[in-house]
């Protein structure tokens, strides 16, 4: 069962040929095997699941079906969950049990799904690699000396175990579709506000958006009609209506125009990582689509524009953890600010401390003019190159990442290395366009990752892209041997 869809699954549920609680049970039962070595999941919601699960069971032999009743899935554990603990991957939020549900969580809940547990991740979501995560590192299904990608590394991991057939994730700067890229599932960006933020505890408010990973397009399109609402609590939130995600999926792409930006093929890409996304883009001609070359020339800019705007709202967003009302607190403080200095000294690990400071410096008087307000021009002109090279091409394609996943340690000391490693992803982003990632080849027995963009509330342009691709190819198919 575990090799099967989403939609497979929900089929097999409506043919009775397994019930939900079978199905959950199988796969705790791989979480309690796999997850030890990989460490994909922070909290296994054993009890809660069962009981869904049969709640779901007694809903499918009354009738009431939807594509998600039934179906195991994980969220991240960035995302508010009352009753269950949710950490963030931080020893700031270790104890923190919410009172209240995120709205993803709650979409999911009204539609019956059932939640195996939450996904490990970079602390507060600042990383590329998962490294940073006070409950340790999550490791790749691929290749368990390598890194999976952050910060939902832990997300992407499960997936591509077959811990779960699909899982929830954010992405602030690539945090879906990096950690999709390194471990062969598909992962999607909706634009900013298609999804609600309401209880996802906020890195950089304007850039932080929730979506679905799973093994395929047509799965993320499942997963991204529960997604994706209108939240009046969220002030972000679009009040468009959302279309159905998989009514579109089998559409020809047959003249559809498909930019390729130079920039993305320059000397910082892996020479195999550029043969397989070309490959891939062959497919995609053969289907139909015509490729086009575009320029995006503030490109360069994304990743210096992004290391001052997302610490900046990061200095801001986390200044509520500070030992006085929930979370982490110090051992016998002696005034004030030896709790807050002791409380955040202890609690937040290296990066977070990092990311705060830089925020702060470039937020604080007399640097607010040379750095933030700088960087927010750059991001405008991002946006125009995308809005330029958008009326004359239906999506972007080019890779996700600059090459395969690398192992653990390995830019550890050197934090801008690091930060290139989104150098292709950022841009979306900053201009608040979706964005998803597909498996389109393996390198040395590393997964690659083909990155699609597209315009404003586009998503079922870049689903039905992404579907057609894969019903030619068997990328997302493939499964780590170690986990199959």
Known sequence: MHNMSIAQLNEGLRLKAFSSREL??????????????????????????????????????NGAMTDLCGIPILHKDIFCTEGILTTCGSRMLSNFVPPYTATVVKNFKEMGAVMLGKTNMDEFAM???????????????????????????????????????????????????????????????????????????????SLDQGGPIARTAEDCAILLNCMASYDPRDSTSVNQAVPNYVASLNDSIKGLKVGLPKEYFSSGLNAEVERAVRGALNNLVDLGAELVEINLPNSHLSVPAYYVIAPAEASANLSRFDGVRYGYRCDDPVDL?????????????????????????????????????????????????????????????????????????????DPVAMYLEDIYTIATNLAGLPGMSIPCGLIGGDPVGLQLIGNYFEESKILNVAHQFQNITNWHNVLPLSVS
């Not at 070595?37 to 779901?56: G, V």
């Not at 600010?337 to 937020?363: K, S």
């Not at 809005?387 to 653990?408: N, W």
């Open 24 to 61: 959950t049970e199988h796969f705790l039962c791989r979480i309690s095997t796999l997850n030890p070595e990989i460490n994909a999941l922070i909290t296994i919601a054993e009890d809660s699941a069962l009981k869904e699960a049969d709640e779901a069971d007694r809903s499918i032999q």
């Open 127 to 205: 990383g590329s690699s998962n490294e940073t995560s006070y409950y340790g590192a999550v490791k790749n299904p691929w290749n368990t000396r390598k890194v999976p990608g952050g910060s939902s590394g832990g997300s992407a991991a499960a997936v591509a175990a077959r811990l779960a057939p699909g899982a929830t994730g954010t992405d602030t700067g690539g945090s879906i579709r990096q950690p999709a890229a390194l471990c062969g599932v598909s992962g999607l960006k909706p634009t900013y506000g298609r999804v609600s933020r309401w209880g996802m505890i906020a890195f950089a408010s």
């Open 337 to 413: 600010n030896d709790l807050y200095c002791r409380t955040r000294g202890e609690a937040f690990g290296e990066e977070v401390q990092r990311r705060i400071l830089i925020g702060t410096y470039c937020l604080s008087a007399g640097y607010y003019d040379a750095y933030y307000l700088k960087a927010q021009k750059a991001r405008q002109l991002i946006q125009r190159d995308f809005a330029a090279s958008l009326e004359k091409v239906d999506l972007i394609a080019g890779p996700t990442c600059p090459s395969p996943a690398f192992e653990f340690g390995s830019k550890g000391g």
